[in-house]
């Protein structure tokens, strides 16, 4: 489920299944994410843990937005430090399991590290 909260006149918080984006650009890659790559990201849905090849993956994909300036690598990088680092993410890793590709396919498992 996506909420959308107005806090004040110039900051809006969009929480998409647990996870907060403060930052309307951060919540619109996001959605980026969940529409190119409906396997993996979705925000019905509890995060899936990703593939630690997920990161070179994105950017080879996003690439041409890169370079176009419609996104920059910070601000992806922000993007999936706020997804990775939310507590709903994080308690799927403790579930333990697999890890997925951008393809939604599990690559790897969850370790301890």
Do not use: D
């Not at 925000?43 to 994909?61: N, T, Y």
């Not at 890169?66 to 920059?72: D, F, L, R």
């Amino acid at each position: 489920m996506t909420t959308q909260t107005e806090t004040s006149p110039s900051s809006i918080v969009i929480e998409t299944f647990g996870i907060v984006w403060h930052c309307p650009k951060q919540a619109a890659i996001f959605q980026r994410l969940c529409h190119q790559f409906p396997q993996t990201f979705m925000a019905q849905s509890p995060p899936k843990p990703l593939s630690l090849s997920v990161r070179e993956g994105l950017h080879s994909h996003l690439q041409p937005l890169i370079q176009s300036g419609k996104i920059t690598k910070s601000l992806l990088k922000k993007t999936m430090k706020t997804y990775t680092k939310s507590e709903v993410y994080l308690q799927q890793l403790m579930l333990g399991g697999s890890r997925y590709n951008l393809q939604g396919s599990p690559e790897g498992c969850i370790t301890e590290k």
